[in-house]
């Protein structure tokens, strides 16, 4: 015989006493944060007790399962797993709680083996104390620098930094912290520093939202710092990144769109296509991106969107990504023209080498010594400000002259340019010529110029395929 529903399925006491605080159960991440790094909880026991929260506040669905895998995975040095997570589920749908698990784990570790065996593997919990635990909620964290002496992170990555090494690291890349243009690689190495490290951003749309209205480059030095973040932690081991992105309800979730970015890799914009109530109770489609877009929008949960309807909000879309991403495709196009600038400056030393070593008078056809051609042209052309080079091949410094850091004018007569250069350049050109007759797997004594000509002429083809 079955047993009645209330027979089995018994409330909680405090439901039946009527003393029951649904408030409970909107927990956010920073409370537990503060718990493990003061001791002072000032929220219910069963978010900051971390038994209390497996056993009877969490159910392992196959999503948190997986999720915990692979964060922790990651940390414990698994190169196959992703670094980086995004949850994006309903309000409501767990992606907090899904941040205090990994929260709880990171702190606690090989702790809560007999606790949560049946939500993870065991040999992927880490040593108590061995994870730096980084939690950022996007709408705690200050857009503006805080009055006062007291130290307030109020960047990102100065937030980042502080929460993994305190004051003492905090003060080591101080410069960057304080910065509101993006780090570098240098902040990234001395942060991570072979720590292993759980970065967990709650509801970064908020802190998105407020620093874009705080500054006008506030969004795209975000996005700069952030696709710089995901790409030191996809190279390095020991560091996992979660981070939320708030969905709505049913009515964003077939409407969601994902546009790659052109001219930026492996970069998306995230936004949703709404079918809402304007005023007077017309039907409108609007595009959400953040927070600050739901703002007294009312929903039109019974209504389906047509691809007619989103594809005028997809070419939107789309023009945001640009106007966001610009300084991104910028810095792309900046170190472009750098890697072509170096190309053009080594194709230039070794046009200069070959033409001061073929106007030297010990030079012959039937192959000179390398050793003392260099020393005679040195001597040569030490005492002067410039150097005379009246045979360099016109075309190809016409093909590299404006990637030069310095302006160059190419007087040409027939296919030849004479050219006067700086002894600096002449000198800088010869050490060039001297590190590629080092590399070559020929004894010094038949370094002859003939070979030595012959390898500057392959050299400068290579740089000019490279160039274009």
């Known amino acids: 015989m079955v047993k009645p529903v209330l027979e089995t399925c018994k409330p909680r006491p405090e439901?039946?006493?009527?003393?029951?605080?649904?408030?409970?159960?909107?927990?956010?991440?920073?409370?537990?944060?503060?718990?493990?790094?003061?001791?002072?909880?000032?929220?219910?026991?069963?978010?900051?007790?971390?038994?209390?929260?497996f056993r009877e506040a969490t159910y392992p669905t196959q999503g948190l399962r997986l999720t915990l895998a692979e964060v922790f995975g990651r940390i414990a040095g698994d190169m196959t797993v992703p670094a980086i997570h995004r949850l994006e589920t309903a309000f409501g749908g767990g992606k907090t709680h899904t941040l205090i698990a990994c929260t709880h784990i990171a702190y606690k570790g090989k702790e809560l083996g007999g606790i949560i065996r049946d939500i993870l593997d065991p040999k992927l919990l880490p040593d108590p104390g061995s994870v730096s635990v980084v939690g950022v909620a996007g709408d705690e964290i200050p857009v503006h620098k805080p009055k006062g002496n007291d130290l307030v992170p109020y960047t990102l990555w100065g937030e980042i930094a502080w929460q993994i090494g305190g004051e003492v690291l905090y003060r080591e890349i101080e410069d960057d912290a304080n910065s509101h243009a993006a780090p570098g690689r240098t902040y990234f190495n001395k942060v991570f520093n072979n720590r292993?490290?759980?970065?967990?951003?709650?509801?970064?749309?908020?802190?998105?939202?407020?620093?874009?209205?705080?500054?006008?480059?506030?969004?795209?030095?975000?996005?700069?710092?952030?696709?710089?973040?995901?790409?030191y932690a996809r190279n390095h081991p020991g560091i996992a990144i979660v981070l939320t992105l708030a969905s709505a309800t049913d009515a964003f979730a077939r409407q969601t769109e994902r546009l790659p970015v052109h001219g930026l890799d492996n970069v998306e914009m995230v936004a949703y296509a709404v079918a809402c109530q304007g005023p007077g109770g017309s039907s409108e489609v609007r595009l959400i991106r953040s927070w600050s877009?739901?703002?007294?929008?009312?929903?039109?949960?019974?209504?389906?969107?047509?691809?007619?309807?989103?594809?005028?909000?997809?070419?939107?879309l789309e023009r945001m990504a640009r106007d966001?991403?610009?300084?991104?495709?910028?810095?792309?196009?900046?170190?472009?023209?750098?890697?072509?600038?170096?190309?053009?400056?080594?194709?230039?030393?070794?046009?200069?080498?070959?033409?001061?070593?073929?106007?030297n008078p010990l030079f012959?056809?039937?192959?000179?010594l390398f050793g003392p051609v260099k020393r005679q042209v040195e001597s040569l052309y030490e005492d002067r400000d410039q150097v005379n080079l009246p045979d360099?091949?016109?075309?190809?410094?016409?093909?590299?002259?404006?990637?030069?850091?310095?302006?160059?004018?190419?007087?040409?007569?027939?296919?030849?340019?004479?050219?006067?250069?700086?002894?600096?350049?002449?000198?800088?050109?010869?050490?060039?010529?001297?590190?590629?007759?080092?590399?070559?797997?020929?004894?010094?004594?038949?370094?002859?110029?003939?070979?030595?000509?012959?390898?500057?002429?392959?050299?400068?083809?290579?740089?000019?395929?490279?160039?274009?």
């Open 196 to 231: 292993k490290v759980i970065i967990m951003l709650d509801e970064l749309a908020q802190y998105a939202a407020r620093l874009e209205a705080a500054r006008p480059d506030g969004a795209s030095q975000l996005a700069a710092f952030l696709m710089a973040l995901h790409g």
């Open 324 to 359: 966001d991403l610009e300084p991104c495709l910028v810095a792309n196009r900046i170190e472009r023209g750098n890697i072509r600038a170096a190309h053009a400056h080594e194709m230039l030393n070794y046009l200069v080498a070959r033409g001061l070593f073929e106007s």
């Open 364 to 368: 012959t056809a039937d192959g000179s």
């Open 15 to 53: 439901i039946l006493a009527g003393t029951f605080n649904p408030e409970v159960f909107t927990a956010s991440l920073g409370p537990i944060i503060d718990y493990y790094r003061s001791g002072k909880g000032i929220i219910d026991s069963i978010y900051t007790s971390a038994e209390n929260f």
């Open 392 to 468: 360099l091949p016109a075309d190809v410094l016409n093909l590299i002259k404006e990637d030069l850091l310095f302006e160059c004018h190419v007087p040409v007569v027939g296919d030849k340019a004479r050219k006067y250069v700086p002894y600096i350049l002449a000198q800088t050109a010869l050490n060039a010529a001297n590190r590629m007759v080092e590399s070559m797997k020929v004894k010094k004594s038949e370094h002859r110029m003939n070979r030595v000509l012959a390898r500057l002429q392959r050299e400068i083809e290579a740089k000019r395929g490279l160039i274009g």
């Open 293 to 316: 877009n739901l703002n007294n929008l009312q929903l039109a949960e019974a209504v389906a969107l047509t691809e007619a309807e989103i594809g005028p909000l997809r070419g939107q």
